[in-house]
């Protein structure tokens, strides 16, 4: 394990021996890999999804939930296998577990999601913030694809942070595809007005007055566009210029 992992997961076993010691069944009992299932899967994948590693709760430690490890590991500079020791589910936990970010006013007003899966702007938002939208919308029901939309603009599909950047490239605020890394140091910190980019190394999405751009939404909608939030734990923050 890399120094930088081992130094956190030491701090994390202090502040938990306490509650380990007090529970007849202290979680993360066992390393965790593909083929395991069970109760604490589900626990895991809950607390990688609430610390930014989007993953469904299905109990089931498949490929899927592998990729989201990996990239914790990545994130927290550690041996990258895809298996979760006890000490690394106990440094997910503590990830998930920290402050939400600081919140910035509202937009007056909200897009929507019509009936075909599309955003509708608000006629009050900015010029960049509807060309964002309209952007959005070329791509909005196009599949996922892993790397897409990184190699050229116009793509079979997209990944999370290859849609955020078609969608800002539209508007004329990006010129060249971020990762979800880039996307952790791009704009201006904190949340937005009109615009809100939540970014770590494994995943990226974007609120847009009031609508959340995603590819975890194309998972359940068949569209990138979303009326519903989650958890902002664990990604960094951040917002264009002046949005």
């Known amino acids: 394990m890399h120094r930088t992992l081992r ?36 626990t895991l994948q809950r607390y990688l999804d609430e610390a930014g590693y989007d993953t469904t709760a299905d109990g089931e430690f498949g490929p899927a939930t592998a990729r989201s490890v990996r990239s ?24 998930a577990n920290e402050a939400e970010p600081e919140t910035a006013s509202e937009p007056t007003e909200d897009a929507y999601v019509d009936e075909n899966g599309l955003a509708v702007a608000p006629a009050s938002a900015p010029p960049e913030v509807q060309a964002i939208i309209e952007a959005g919308n070329k791509i909005a029901t196009k599949p996922y694809r892993y790397g897409g939309g990184h190699g050229r603009w116009r793509d079979s599909g997209y ?19 971020l990762d979800s890394t880039g996307f952790m140091r791009w704009g201006d910190r904190a949340e937005g007005q009109w615009v809100t980019i939540y970014a770590n190394a494994g995943h990226a999405y974007m609120t847009v007055a009031g609508l959340r751009f995603d590819t ?10 979303s009326e519903t939030t989650r958890s902002a734990r664990g990604y960094r923050v951040r917002h264009p210029e002046g949005l």
Do not use: I, N
């Open 7 to 42: 130094a956190g997961v030491a701090a994390v076993a202090l502040t938990l021996m306490g509650v380990a010691g007090a529970s007849a069944a202290p979680y993360a009992s066992r390393t965790l890999s593909k083929g395991t299932s069970g109760s604490d899967v589900e």
């Open 72 to 95: 914790f590991e990545t994130a927290e500079q550690g041996s990258v296998d895809g298996k979760a020791t006890r000490s690394e589910q106990l440094l997910v936990q503590s990830r």
């Open 159 to 177: 990944d999370c942070s290859g849609s955020v950047s078609y969608a800002l490239h539209g508007a004329g605020l990006l010129d060249t595809p």
């Open 216 to 225: 975890s939404s194309s998972k359940r909608s068949g569209s990138r566009w």
